[in-house]
């Protein structure tokens, strides 16, 4: 078990300085900073005394090291674009992003496995074919499109919902928060739900088939023939042995979301970091970028982490494999 | 590969002949455009602004000549649509033979020699895998823009994102023939092979090879919805191709910003060729991985 945390971990740790070297190969190479934070008017000795200042005369290696040192502490520099701290920038936009995915996870969730459940059990009912059909549409819809359509339908032609923005925020401290006003709630509906149609549909097909597969197992053919009551089999023996596929899933769907809050973020004009991202790519303004690189590879590195380590505490089966094939 | 049983499955299956059928059609037109669309939306000299925003035939204010009605250039938006499906379906099919050549590659080699090579590179693919493909593409389309001079990219963004897409799509490849590879090396064929002594790359193209291709044509399949599909969303964020060649996601971006004027068919249209060319490539998919999987039938 510790071996396998350890592994785990310098894995980790690994693919955060891969991840941290590209971006400060970005920071670093992409343009000249001292020419950008100088401006227009400057003289030789300006210009060097910055280079010396800022410690870009220093070898490639030490500067590396400052800048992980420096991005452990928050500091990703100054943004070209808006001309503030990125650190600044992001903390304000992260809330918007973070109430956007978790909402849409929850609603994935919510609505996903129940409907798996369903399709599973009652796999020729009528409604079972209707949610697969529909589900493979789904899979198919881009994104942008969901949003697109929502919006034609709930903003422009029947104009209750708003089609952009977050509506009425209240700061609770620096956190600013959308859950608390009727406008920030509406605003929160159309995005959310074009966020989590995805992940919904495929945590449906993911907890149906699991659940196939499970209902054909000897045990649950043997809970029946004990006599156990539907219910008893259906969710205190299938539901819980399809959980670990489920969880890992969902665990790296949380990723998707923030990829996928890019999109959706764009589309509705959500001010999180996704429409910050993109903003920053049409603009060049690599502080942001290589500071939203570094952010989203953290946030993936620590979910695999996470969901690695969970999948181990919940399936007793994967400790055997494991120490069979000699920790590889 | 393609033996009677399979053929068998297709003609039993209307939804998969539709699908074949559909996506036949969008190929065809997307390698005919230019001979069978109404107008040349692109040739300036056709156009007329005044005929810009015309809604579509069937509509009060539509007219004849432009079934699907004009966007607000005055292009015939069927036409437009016919060659945005051209630009999609040609960044789709490179970027899966991209993706096919680096993953087949990887996989035959890490599968075939095995060691340090294989583990690196499996290590890679799997840290690759637990990002979604979307953001890769999105990463590498972002950071070319920013690294390369402006007017060399919007010259070679095409092949830009073309690379991008690929990349994200590579380590299945490589996964799914490592497996078969570790699976063919032990057979007797391939021992054979080895010792007359052949060379191994001779062996990996030659004989390994072609006996791993049935489950690489059910990725590739699926990955073509992907890479459409990605390749739509990067332009419809004004990062994929350039606007000289407008793809599907790029019309229904430029469309968008009709939305609320009412223009809706320069949206709509768009989006329903994209849906129904996605789904059915990926119906298309399914079946494929169905019908070669002798664990399902």
């Known amino acids: 078990m510790i071996a396998f945390v350890v592994q785990r971990l310098l894995q980790s740790v690994l693919v955060m300085l891969a991840v941290a070297f590209i971006s400060f190969a970005l920071f670093r190479y992409i343009g000249d900073p001292v020419l950008i934070m100088l401006g227009q008017d400057f003289t030789r000795e300006q210009y060097e005394m910055l280079v010396r200042d800022l410690g870009l005369d220093q070898p490639f290696y030490v500067q590396f090291a400052k800048f992980v040192v420096s991005a452990v502490q928050g500091e990703f520099g100054i943004s070209y674009r808006l001309a503030r701290p990125v650190a600044q920038l992001i903390a304000e936009r992260l809330p918007a992003t973070l109430e956007l995915s978790m909402m849409a996870a929850l609603l994935a969730l919510t609505i996903g496995v129940p409907m798996g459940v369903y399709t599973g059990l009652r796999r020729d009912s009528w409604l079972s074919r209707f949610f697969l059909t529909i589900s493979l549409v789904g899979v198919s819809l881009p994104t942008f499109l969901i949003g697109i359509l929502l919006i034609l339908v709930f903003a422009v032609q029947l104009g209750v919902l708003p089609s952009f923005g977050r509506g009425d925020v209240v700061k609770l401290g620096s956190w600013s928060t959308g859950f608390l006003t009727t406008s920030g709630l509406k605003a929160l509906v159309l995005p959310a739900v074009t966020l989590c149609l995805f992940q919904l549909t495929l945590i449906m097909r993911l907890v149906r088939s699991e659940m196939l597969e499970v209902l054909r197992t000897d045990y649950i053919k043997f809970a029946r023939a004990r006599g156990l009551q539907n219910r008893a089999v259906n969710f205190g023996h299938a539901l819980k042995n399809t959980l670990v596929p489920v969880i890992t899933i969902t665990g790296l769907q949380i990723g998707g979301i923030i990829a996928f809050a890019i999109v959706t973020e764009t589309v509705f004009q959500w001010p999180g970091m996704g429409l910050l991202f993109i903003q920053s790519v049409n603009n060049a303004d690599v502080p942001v970028m290589a500071a939203y690189l570094l952010l989203v590879g953290f946030f993936f590195v620590v979910i695999n982490l996470v969901v690695d380590l969970l999948y181990y505490v919940v399936d007793p089966r994967l400790r055997i494999d494991r120490g069979a094939a000699s920790g590889h | 590969m393609l033996d009677s049983d399979v053929f068998h499955s297709f003609r039993r299956n209307p939804v998969v002949v539709v699908s074949a059928v559909v996506t036949t059609v969008f190929v065809l037109a997307a390698l005919l455009a230019p001979w069978i669309t ?29 079934l699907l009605g004009t966007d607000d250039q005055g292009r015939d938006v069927l036409s437009t649509i016919v060659f945005g499906a051209r630009v999609s379906l040609l960044v789709g099919f490179c970027a899966v033979l991209f993706a096919m050549t680096v993953g087949i590659t990887l996989g035959l080699v890490s599968g075939y020699v095995g060691g340090a090579v294989e583990s690196v590179i499996m290590r ?21 823009r920013t690294a390369l001079p402006r007017d060399l990219h919007s010259e070679i963004a095409l092949y830009v994102v073309i690379f991008a897409i690929g990349i994200a799509n590579w380590p299945q490849f490589a996964r799914t023939v490592r497996g078969s590879t570790l699976v063919e ?21 030659r004989h390994v090879l072609p006996n791993v291709m049935g489950p690489v044509l059910v990725i590739a399949t699926l990955s073509l919805g992907f890479a459409i599909l990605a390749e739509a969303t990067l332009s419809f964020l004004g990062v994929g191709v350039p606007p000289t060649r407008p793809s599907l996601g790029t019309l229904i971006r430029v469309g968008n910003d009709f939305l609320f004027s009412g223009e809706w068919w320069m949206t709509i249209f768009p989006g329903a060729a994209l849906i129904v060319l996605v789904l059915a490539v990926n119906l298309l998919g399914d079946w494929l991985r169905d019908a070669l999987n002798p664990k399902l039938r």
């Open chain 2, 185 to 205: 090396k032990s057979k007797e064929y391939v021992q054979a092979a080895r010792v007359i002594g052949l060379h191994p790359g001779l062996i990996m193209l």
């Open chain 2, 124 to 144: 890679v693919a799997d840290v690759q895998l637990t990002f979604p493909g979307i953001l890769i593409a999105l990463l590498i389309d972002g950071l070319a």
């Open chain 2, 38 to 66: 109404p107008y040349h939306p692109y040739d300036l000299a056709s156009l007329d602004l005044n005929d810009a925003f015309t809604p579509p035939a069937w509509t009060e204010d539509g007219s004849r000549r432009f």
